[in-house]
C-alpha cells in the first residue's frame, strides 16, 4: 500500500484479556519496527524484524509480549493478559533496509486497558 | 540516564518569532541524527536529517555539536501550524532502530 496502515486504531480492553496488534508495512520494506508511545512519554522500542525473522526482541517489555512477521510483510504483535500499564498508543513503522532515515510510521493503535 | 533528552517545553511564541531549542545524546557512537515532528494524536514524520556541518530547509535550521553532544533546531518565522512536538532521534552505526526523545513542544499563538 501506499503508507504503513495499523489496525485496529482504537482497542479498549479489560484487564487479563490478550489482544493483537496488526501493521501492514509499506509493499518491499523489508525492515518492521514497533514502538509504544505512553502519555507523555518517548517512543520506546519494542522490537525489530529484518524480513520475517526478529533478530532484536530486547525492548519487548515482558513475555506476556510477543511478535511475528509472515511473508515479510503483514506484523502482530499480541499481549497476552493485558495490563493497565500497557496502555499506550502501538506505533509500527518500516523502511527499506533498516538503514537510513526511511522510516515511515503507521498512525498507530491506542491501546486502553481498563 | 536516557539515550535522548530533550526540554519538554512547552515554547510559547508569538507568529513571526524565533524559537530554538537542544537535545543531548548520551552514547558517542551515535552517527545519524534527525528531527521527527509529531502533531498531536498522529504518528511522527521525518522533519529533517542533521549533518555535521549544519543544514537549513526552509525556516528551518538544524546544527550538530559532536563534541558537546548536542544537536539543535531553530525555527525561524513562526507560523501556527508549526505548533508540534519536535523529537530528537539519533542512530548508531550499523544500528537499525532509532532512539527517540520524548519531544520539545512548540506553541504558536496568533
Known amino acids: 500500500g501506499a503508507g504503513v496502515s495499523q489496525s485496529p486504531s482504537n482497542k479498549v480492553t479489560e484487564k487479563g484479556k490478550d489482544v493483537e496488534l496488526r501493521c501492514d508495512p509499506i509493499?518491499?520494506?523489508?525492515?518492521l519496527y514497533w514502538y509504544r508511545q505512553s502519555l507523555g512519554q518517548g517512543l520506546e522500542f519494542l522490537i525489530y524484524f529484518q524480513g520475517n525473522s526478529a533478530p532484536d526482541k530486547s525492548g519487548l517489555p515482558s513475555d506476556r509480549f510477543s511478535a511475528e512477521r509472515t511473508g515479510g510483510s503483514v506484523s502482530t504483535l499480541t499481549i497476552q493478559r493485558t495490563q493497565q500499564e500497557d496502555s499506550a498508543v502501538y506505533l509500527c513503522a518500516s523502511s527499506p533496509d533498516g538503514q537510513g532515515a526511511g522510516y515511515t510510521f503507521g498512525s498507530g493503535t491506542r491501546l486502553t486497558v481498563v | 540516564r536516557k539515550e535522548v533528552e530533550q526540554d519538554p517545553g512547552p515554547f510559547n511564541v508569538p507568529e513571526g518569532a524565533t524559537v530554538a531549542f537542544n537535545c543531548t545524546y548520551s552514547?558517542?557512537?551515535?552517527?545519524?541524527f534527525f528531527w521527527y515532528r509529531q502533531d498531536c494524536r498522529k504518528e511522527p514524520k521525518l522533519l529533517m536529517s542533521v549533518y555535521s556541518s549544519g543544514n537549513e530547509d526552509g525556516r528551518f535550521t538544524a546544527q550538530l555539536n559532536r563534541a558537546s553532544q548536542y544537536i539543535s533546531l531553530l525555527i525561524r518565522d513562526s507560523k501556527l501550524s508549526d505548533s508540534a512536538t519536535y523529537l530528537c532521534?539519533?542512530?548508531?552505526?550499523?544500528?537499525?532502530?532509532?532512539?527517540f526523545g520524548a519531544g520539545t513542544t512548540v506553541t504558536v499563538r496568533a
Open positions: 509493499s518491499g520494506h523489508t525492515a
Open positions: 532521534v539519533v542512530k548508531s552505526l550499523n544500528d537499525y532502530k532509532l532512539s
Open positions: 552514547n558517542s557512537a551515535s552517527q545519524s
